[in-house]
């Protein structure tokens, strides 16, 4: 048990070496953990850890699956949802399908044909998100990709279920598949609206403090998921429904002492939830060798390069032809006059890298099938391994070279500075307009009002100058010498409150008080100034 809790400690603290380390090396993330783990695999004693199925499907994934639905825009996720349901399920059946058929030309049986297909069909949710992070690309893209990602998990599982039921039962029925499939699609979708609506309910109405409201909010995931599957729907799309309804509607429920609790406990649990899966793929490497028992290593090999380029090319045409294809109604045309560019075509053809879903769903698969050993299990492991390895590895790597080649300008989307002017210019002015109407008498009797006044429409004032003194290419120098002023206020004045805390003038209380909202202050400046 020691040894155990030591071997995780130990693996948190890579984890956290390897994050400072790929902002050095400007290398995403999960790349350098999948790379870190099959460092660490080959360090002779160490003790084997198998990826677990159920860790995955029960502790990893509903979690990372609702914190990546709350911070997707219902609004772009509904207005980008043609091109989204296009790829999460025409994407999966068509790369299954395919999948499949060359499968059956190698020798193997349809259904273990489809069964591979379901495993290494879905790009990751998490991988996608993660190595895009800070790259300069249309947030339109990023959208689809997101959307993408959180919905074909329930497709490929579906596929992947009906399956190994028709390998491990010899029946397959394409019209109770398709029933099948309907039931826990909009079963999953409504389990996870409903139990989104007894979740508002507590938070709306049961007296809480800002802890009690973001333990709620890590329960919340793990509820959704287990009722779902309790019930035989899709917990994958109830989590999707659950966490897109309830970050739609946070505002109405959450305090924003509850929402900064919250956002803490959340990104501390997401990175180290992150760091554990992709860490743990990269340790899988000499599970993966030794499940291949008599199969030849180089014919494994050689299949999940061969299976690698597969799905590589499937997703690569599906996503020209589908993106042209959808033009053909007229109403689609006016909708949409211009035709789609074929750089942003390719960067959501290329991002499509497979993660740990495809790896739990291929350890899942059963040892035995009626009493016989499951038809190349062990080959069916390995190349899931090395099709995960091809995309995370090789076309995250080469996506930021690929972005500088593609050179998405400041046309594909309004430059993040001149949206935050904007966005704080409408601001100021709301606040300007507010204290004219509800606070007119005040203004005009109390200094403290007056100077109020000044400063909001003084902040108007400011964005609307600095968001026209704007080039081409940043912030103008006047913007930015002023927000790092700011911040270097903020440093003063905590180099002062230590100094008052240390002397004991001021309760302890008040000064944690202030920090806090000196913290507050600092990380909003910090944002401005990246």
């Not at 995931?221 to 739609?248: D, F, K, M």
Request: aromatic fraction near 10%.
């Amino acid at each position: 048990m020691h040894h155990q809790v030591l071997l995780v400690l130990s693996l948190l603290f890579a984890i956290g070496l390897l994050y400072i380390l790929s902002s050095k090396l400007r290398v995403s993330f999960p790349i350098l953990l999948v790379l870190g783990g099959l460092a660490v695999s080959l360090i002779p004693g160490l003790p084997e850890l198998r990826l677990e199925p159920d860790l995955v499907f029960l502790v990893f994934l509903p979690p990372l699956l609702y914190e990546a639905a709350w911070y997707t825009s219902w609004h772009d996720f509904s207005r980008l949802r043609r091109p989204i349901l296009i790829q999460a399920f025409g994407l999966v059946f068509f790369t299954s399908s395919v999948v499949a058929w060359v499968a059956h030309l190698a020798g193997f049986p349809w259904a273990v044909g489809f069964l591979l297909g379901g495993i290494i069909s879905p790009p990751d949710a998490v991988a996608a998100s993660s190595v895009l992070k800070g790259l300069p690309v249309p947030k339109r893209a990023i959208t689809i990709l997101e959307g993408e990602s959180l919905i074909n998990d329930a497709s490929s599982l579906i596929v992947f279920r009906f399956a190994l039921a028709a390998i491990l039962t010899g029946e397959f029925s394409p019209g109770e598949a398709t029933l099948q499939f309907v039931i826990l699609s909009i079963g999953g979708v409504a389990i996870g609206l409903l139990l989104a609506r007894v979740v508002f309910w507590l938070h709306h109405h049961i007296p809480s403090t800002g802890a009690v409201d973001a333990a709620l909010t890590v329960m919340t995931p793990y509820l959704i998921y287990l009722l779902a599957e309790q019930v035989h729907t899709s917990g994958v799309l109830a989590v999707v429904a659950g966490g897109l309804y309830l970050s739609s509607r946070s505002h109405e429920f959450l305090r924003p002492r509850s929402r900064v609790q919250a956002s803490s406990v959340w990104w501390t649990l997401v990175f180290l939830l992150n760091g554990m899966v992709f860490i743990l793929i990269g340790l899988q490497l000499p599970v993966m060798v030794r499940e291949l028992g008599n199969v030849s290593i180089s014919r494994a090999i050689g299949y999940g390069l061969a299976i690698s380029a597969l799905v590589i090319v499937l997703r690569i045409g599906w996503s020209f032809v589908a993106a042209y294809v959808m033009r053909i109604s007229p109403a689609r045309r006016r909708a949409q006059p211009t035709p789609p560019n074929p750089r942003f075509v390719f960067l959501i053809a290329w991002s499509g890298m497979r993660g740990v879903v495809s790896l739990a769903s291929a350890l899942s698969i059963p040892v035995l099938a009626n009493g016989a050993p499951f038809p190349e299990r062990e080959l069916l492991l390995f190349v899931t391994f090395v099709v995960i390895l091809c995309t995370l590895v090789l076309q995250g790597l080469s996506l930021p070279p690929l972005i500088r080649w593609l050179r998405f300008g400041e046309h594909e989307d309004e430059s993040e500075p001149k949206q935050r002017d904007r966005l704080e210019r409408l601001l100021a002015r709301a606040a300007v307009e507010h204290l004219q109407q509800r606070y007119a008498r005040e203004l005009a009797e109390l200094p403290a009002f007056a100077r109020l006044l000044e400063h909001y429409e003084e902040l108007a004032r400011e964005h609307s100058t600095f968001g026209a003194g704007r080039g081409a290419y940043g912030e103008d120098e006047h913007a930015r010498r002023y927000r790092e002023a700011l911040s270097s206020i903020t440093v003063a004045q905590r180099a002062e409150l230590l100094r008052i805390r240390h002397h004991g003038t001021i309760e302890h209380e008040l000064t944690q008080l202030r920090e806090d909202k000196l913290d507050l202050e600092a990380a909003r400046l910090e944002a401005t100034l990246r």
